[in-house]
């Protein structure tokens, strides 16, 4: 069964100090890893993804997210944090072995970056 | 992103009425999605669609029945709500076209719905 697992419901950091948002995952085959970003009334908004080789994947707004595949993490990264990040965070999985396409969602992490 | 829309944005109906929440996009994609959005579960997958004869159950599809009417157009209906189902409903897309099955999807805004 394929799981995600964000196990901080909440993360604040002071803008301009580096933030980490922790994702874990459970897939039976190799993954294709996701994470989304959603600000107030809005969509989803894809930040980046890991496909496969290089485990540090950049996205949008100066993100990136490192892959491990010993510790089935696939935790987002920001050297330094802005007031703006401040945002829902989603991480999601994805079989690459599955026909089906479909992504499992973890339940979300809330970012408040402080002035 | 514009090129999913999604109305109503916003309902409030009552138990036992039929509600249809309606998706359109321009993006060309085969593949088409619904999720609902409750606090502290994130998303969870109510039906999804591959082309226009092919749609397939998700996790919670109870309840819950879908339209494909044409490529652009997927449609959520509530045959008879609940206040269970009071959430934020989200329309997604994706194209897997080229060997792309990782390319991601497109979140149209999102519908609130409010059953009393």
């Known amino acids: 069964a394929q799981s995600v697992a964000q196990p901080e419901d909440q993360v604040n950091v002071a803008e301009g100090n580096p933030l980490t948002v922790k994702c874990t995952y459970s897939?039976?085959?190799?993954?294709?890893l996701f994470w989304y970003v959603q600000y107030p009334n809005r969509g989803l908004q894809f930040l980046l993804k890991?496909?496969?080789?290089?485990?540090l994947v950049k996205g949008s707004y100066g993100f990136e997210a490192e892959f491990n595949k010993s510790q089935t993490s696939f935790h987002l990264k920001k050297p330094s944090a802005l007031v703006s990040d401040s945002a829902l965070y989603f991480c999601?999985?994805?079989?690459?072995?599955?026909?089906?396409?479909?992504?499992?969602f973890g339940r979300g992490t809330q970012l408040t970056v402080w002035p | 992103d514009a090129d999913v829309t999604q109305t109503p944005r916003n309902r409030i109906t009552k138990t036992g009425k039929r509600i249809m929440l309606e998706c359109s996009q321009t993006?060309?994609?085969?593949?088409m999605y619904w999720y609902r959005q409750d606090p502290g579960l994130g998303l969870r997958l109510i039906y999804y669609?591959?082309?226009?004869?092919?749609?397939n159950k998700g996790e919670i599809s109870d309840g819950y029945s879908v339209s494909r009417q044409a490529q652009a157009k997927f449609s959520l209906s509530l045959e008879s709500a609940i206040p269970n189902q009071t959430a934020l409903y989200f329309c997604?897309?994706?194209?897997?076209?080229?060997?792309?099955?990782?390319?991601?999807?497109?979140f149209g805004p999102g519908t609130r719905l409010t059953v009393l």
């Open positions: 669609s591959f082309d226009v004869k092919d749609i």
């Open positions: 999601a999985v994805r079989d690459r072995g599955s026909t089906l396409g479909r992504l499992y």
């Open positions: 890991y496909i496969t080789g290089d485990n």
């Open positions: 897939v039976s085959g190799n993954p294709y």
């Open positions: 993006k060309g994609h085969d593949r």
């Open positions: 997604a897309t994706s194209d897997p076209s080229g060997g792309r099955a990782y390319n991601e999807q497109f």
